[in-house]
């Protein structure tokens, strides 16, 4: 019951543009909540697999190509994690970690982006109700 009093409490506190505002940032914080979540799922629901054929890669970008998933499937988009290095020395067989429009170089990439916005999201929750806490 403490936890409950203390929210009321700082809610009564707060004048009607500032809960307004702490709402906001609240909801806001779903965000890097999602982006978490899709990274998760991804590091899940992927698949370890090979580039088929030549990536392209623009200069100081992003780099896109195709791969072969299970089941006979084909995949294709952009793969993060990959160096303009790629498309100029014309490598094939790249080994990816890719679903059907998603693909990574390193899969733990994954996890790790999605531990540092789970963070992210909880230090930013506490950091603005501290800023609504004090008077």
Request: with cysteine; charged share 20%.
């Amino acid at each position: 019951m403490g936890a409950l009093s203390w929210s009321a409490g700082l809610i009564r506190g707060l004048k009607m543009w500032q809960r307004l505002v702490v709402v906001v940032c609240l909801c806001l914080l779903t965000l890097p909540l999602w982006f978490a979540g899709k990274n998760t799922y991804r590091f899940i629901a992927g698949h370890h697999t090979k580039t088929d054929g030549y990536v392209r890669c623009e200069q100081g970008g992003s780099c896109h190509g195709t791969w072969h998933l299970p089941g006979g499937q084909y995949g294709r988009g952009e793969i993060e994690g990959m160096r303009f290095e790629y498309d100029e020395e014309c490598i094939t067989d790249i080994p990816i970690y890719a679903g059907p429009d998603w693909g990574v170089r390193k899969r733990s990439a994954l996890m790790t982006r999605a531990v540092a916005q789970l963070v992210g999201a909880a230090l930013g929750a506490a950091f603005v109700l501290f800023l609504a806490s004090k008077p």
